[in-house]
């Protein structure tokens, strides 16, 4: 399990580095999300619980951002599965940050591209694959120091288990710790 967070952190670092830059705000997200396919579970079980999100989002230019973070459940039983994750996001509507004083684009939309990695701690099940990710409404922006996507909505396949998943989450929030106004005030 340790091998997964290793090349996922050490990813985010190199990612980080090669798109140096004004726009590098970041931010820690936290939300609410519905895994289906993750598990060892029926696809469709309301077994498959609530879990909560978290992460770590890097802005490396103006319209593209990095994310990396998990997702741990809630219900039926806390931290039984877990899911680590990597993504490239764009957004479409705008820029997300002017990396001024000047705010980007207050309501944007995100499209997005990334990577899993799943295990439950119980029976040790595993998986792995990449993911598609659409987020039809963002609201805020690095400058406010705060920003809440809804909707979100991500289909991607696990190729150890051949199957497909589909993530959903209702709502997360974005908190900025560097590039919001503070910064520029």
């Known amino acids: 399990m340790k091998k997964p967070i290793i090349v996922l952190l050490l990813s985010f670092v190199l990612l980080a580095a090669a798109f140096p830059g004004d726009c590098q705000d970041v ?5 609410v999300v519905n895994n289906f396919g993750l598990a060892e579970r029926p696809f469709f079980s309301i077994e498959n619980g ?5 992460g770590l989002n890097l802005g490396l230019t103006k319209r593209l ?21 990597g993504e490239l996001a764009l957004s479409l509507l705008g820029d997300r940050s002017t990396a001024s004083k000047v ?7 995100l499209l997005g591209a990334g990577g899993f990695y799943s295990i439950n ?22 400058i406010t120091g705060r920003r809440e996507r809804a909707l979100r909505t991500a289909m991607g396949y696990d190729f150890i288990n051949r ?5 959903f989450s209702a709502i997360s929030l974005d908190y900025y710790v560097r590039g919001s ?4 005030y």
């Open 50 to 54: 609530v879990s909560f999100t978290y």
């Open 163 to 167: 199957r497909f998943i589909l993530m």
């Open 27 to 31: 931010s820690l997200s936290f939300g």
């Open 65 to 85: 951002e990095l994310s990396a973070g998990g997702t741990a459940t809630l219900v039926p039983e806390p931290f039984l599965d877990n899911v680590f994750f």
């Open 181 to 184: 106004w503070r910064d520029y």
């Open 103 to 109: 705010s980007g684009s207050g309501i944007n939309m």
């Open 121 to 142: 701690r119980k029976s040790g099940y595993q998986g792995a694959g990449a993911y598609i990710s659409f987020t039809p409404l963002v609201v805020g922006s690095p």
